[in-house]
């Protein structure tokens, strides 16, 4: 049973930081695609960040390239997101996403899914 999960959100002021951070288990961590998804209140789950099993190769949704960095320590089975300059817009449901495959934008081809973590920026 491969589980995540999810912690680091909160209230913080447009311009602030976060870093989320999503630790797997159950499953075998380096051979996962790992992305991250955002999901606001009426709209659809969005792809914000991904990173290759290694770790050498990232992808971003343009509306958060040069403020959001994902990473992850494959030793401590574990993905991040760094969240930097965060706007309103940027509130959300984070989620983590582990895809047995290679990278993809799209929420419906990841397999396992964490409960996901509330971000919430104040103007």
């Known amino acids: 049973q491969v589980q995540l999960v999810e912690s680091g959100g909160g209230l913080v002021q447009a311009g602030g930081s976060l870093r989320l951070t999503c630790v797997v288990s159950?499953?075998?961590?380096?051979?996962?695609?790992m992305g991250w998804f955002r999901q606001a209140p009426g709209k659809e789950r969005d792809s914000v960040a991904a990173?290759?099993?290694?770790?050498?190769?990232?992808y971003y949704a343009d509306s958060v390239k040069g403020r959001f960095t994902i990473s992850r320590d494959n030793a401590k089975n574990t993905v991040y997101l760094q969240m930097n300059s965060l706007k309103p817009d940027d509130t959300a449901v984070y989620y983590c996403a582990a895809r047995r495959g290679i990278q993809s934008g799209r929420a419906s081809d990841y397999d396992y899914w964490g409960q996901g973590t509330q971000v919430t920026v104040s103007s």
């Open positions: 159950g499953g075998t961590f380096s051979s996962y695609f």
């Open positions: 990173v290759s099993w290694g770790g050498s190769r990232t």
